[in-house]
């Protein structure tokens, strides 16, 4: 079998040899090889974004550790596969067809950490608060996005609230609200009430009631929120049916035989890389999104991979201020940018010779490795061969050590290195040989 080509782009990267996938051998360390001086470090940091999963954490003015994470998932499947993170839970089923499949059953499940009204919680890798929360019956996530003060209406987005009636004693209030210049529903509201718009993100939270001499005064916050309700659909990157159990929130998705072979939904992006024509495998790259805050206690946390958050109180002429520090390897940063895997970008400088596979990006020029590989490749890289926007692709044996491989992307000038990547990324590399590119667009690139 032929493995498909974005899967053969990707074992170049993990595994680096030409031995078919079953039988190849894992490299626990493969470095990648650049001028950080250069644009090729941007280039690199391409081509890892394509192929490695990625975690960026920094702290917000709120002193909160900000983390966004791209989790890249590499399935072989028969007919079905989960992906359970430990917070959540994705189902995939399916039956094939040829080199396609059908989908069957898209589910995700997942258990929110707290049930109390103001709490933070984390929802399908996205940070929210806990608006209302009925057992087994509704819960509403959001997160505030602007506060309102008003004595007759205001108007969010395409929507408009026009206060029409009110009880002073009570604090009740009738509004009705206007898509445009259409009513859609007149909702009566009690100070601590919060109303969902159906088919939108939006609900207001009514906060409270004031009243200064004759004129009121009414006080809603304004959330981007998610409503859900059991035994109802809500729209989340298409239909899902909800159900509840506790703090356990269960979506289904309602058509899985609509989508294409590729797609997104909830936030993972989902795509059929091939079929095996041997033994009926199905081959799937899956990416997880994330994007939350953490809110952390004094003292010291640990994030995996050798990062640390810790979070110190300050007395500074007796008034308490918090400070959040991040650290990996014992060194401290802003912000940290940590890759997941058996990879690493070095400098050119460290490196001249390996015992380790290696990837070279950029051309004799910027990079001294491949200078001082140059007359052993296959295909020799000059400012002016292959010319202008061009660059080569090509797989050799390490002239320093026969037992590791080296993949050089190296182009004419800076635009044929980049093509080498988007070829890369695009699954135009067979994995073996020599391949001669050209960037005809941005992020578009040719063979030639």
Known sequence: ????????????????????????MVVDNPLIVVNSEKVDKEYAELLMDNYYSKRTLSVNSDNEIVVTENIIYNVPALDEFEINDGK?????????????????????????ESKDT?????????????????????????????????????????????????????????????????????????????????????????????????????????YDSLELEDGESVNYNGEFDVKLDGKKINLDYDSPKSLSQNFEILNYKISLDGVSDTDSTAYFTVIQSEDYEYEMDEGTEYFGNNIFALKIENDVDDDWDDEIYLYKDNKKYEKIVDYQGSVQIIDQDELLSASSDLILIGGPVSNKVTESIQKSLNIEVSNDYPGEGKGVIQTLTNPNNGNSKILVLAGSDREGTKACVLALNQGLYSGTGTLTVKLTGEDSVSVI
């Open 88 to 112: 959540g839970k994705l189902l995939v089923e399916f039956t094939k067809s040829g080199e396609s499949v059908t989908y069957k059953t898209i589910e995700y499940e997942e258990e929110i």
């Open 118 to 222: 103001d709490d933070e919680v984390t929802f399908l890798g996205k940070t929210y608060k806990v608006i209302e929360y009925n057992t087994d019956e509704k819960i509403i996530l959001g997160n505030k996005v602007e506060e309102i003060e008003t004595t007759d209406e205001f108007i969010y987005d395409e929507y408009t609230f026009k206060m029409v009636g009110m009880d002073s004693d009570s604090g009740e209030v009738l509004i009705s609200v206007y898509e445009g210049d259409d009513r859609i529903e007149n909702v009566k509201m009690y100070p601590d009430d919060t109303y969902s718009i159906d088919g939108s993100t939006i609900s207001i939270y009514y906060d409270e009631y004031l009243e200064n001499g004759d004129t009121p005064y009414f006080f809603f916050d304004i």
């Open 1 to 24: 079998m032929s493995a498909p080509s974005k899967l053969i782009a990707l074992f170049i990267l993990t595994v680096l040899c030409t031995l078919p996938i079953s039988y190849g």
